[in-house]
Structures are given as C-alpha cells and as structure tokens.
C-alpha cells in the first residue's frame, strides 16, 4: 500500500467501497454522469469522502477503504485510479 504521505495526487479518501472492475451497476452511474467508459482508471472508489490533514497519519481511522485516487473530479461520488494507502504510517 501508498504511506498517507505519498498521495500526490489529491486528499487521501475514505470509500465505502473500491471496484478494480467496471460493473453493470458501476457503468450505469458512469453513464448518468457522462463519463466515457475507455477513460477510467480502475480501481473505482465509489462515495469517497476526503480525509483531512490532520487526521492522516497516527491514529486516523476510516471505517471503508482508504484510498489514493487519481481523478477525484465527481465530488467523491465515483473516483478512478484508486491505491490503497496506509493510514498507520
């Protein structure tokens, strides 16, 4: 997994979940939101919301998936290119 510290590319993020395929269920919200199906990365977070600075790092809790995504451009409802990252670094 990422250290906390090493995401660069957004906030470190809490999903309910993370999918490292593009489901039926995954590609109907992607086609709601327009989001072309050859653009995204996988894994996809789904309902993310980010983590602050302050409580990344010893003692942060998160009690879904947390995560480092790449493209975090629908207000945490979907995110692509998601790592694990480990909150205890």
Same mark, same amino acid.
Request: with cysteine; proline share 8%; glycine share 8%.
């Given at each position: 997994? /990422?250290?906390?510290?090493?995401? #660069?590319?957004?906030?470190?993020?809490?999903? #309910?979940?993370?999918?490292?395929?593009?489901?039926?269920?995954?590609? /109907?919200?992607? @086609?709601?939101? $327009?989001?072309?199906?050859?653009?995204?990365?996988?894994?996809? $977070?789904?309902?993310?919301?980010?983590?602050?600075?302050? @409580?990344? @790092?010893? @003692?942060? /809790?998160?009690?879904?998936?947390?995560?480092?995504?790449? #493209?975090? #451009?629908?207000? +945490?409802?979907?995110?692509? +290119?998601?790592?694990?990252?480990?909150?205890?670094?």
């Amino acid at each position: 997994t /990422t250290p906390a510290s090493q995401c #660069n590319t957004a906030p470190v993020q809490c999903c #309910n979940s993370v999918s490292s395929t593009v489901t039926p269920a995954i590609s /109907t919200l992607m @086609g709601i939101l $327009g989001i072309s199906a050859s653009s995204v990365a996988v894994p996809i $977070g789904l309902t993310c919301d980010p983590l602050s600075v302050v @409580g990344v @790092g010893s @003692g942060a /809790t998160c009690n879904a998936e947390p995560v480092c995504c790449e #493209n975090n #451009n629908f207000n +945490g409802v979907i995110s692509f +290119g998601c790592s694990p990252v480990n909150l205890n670094l």
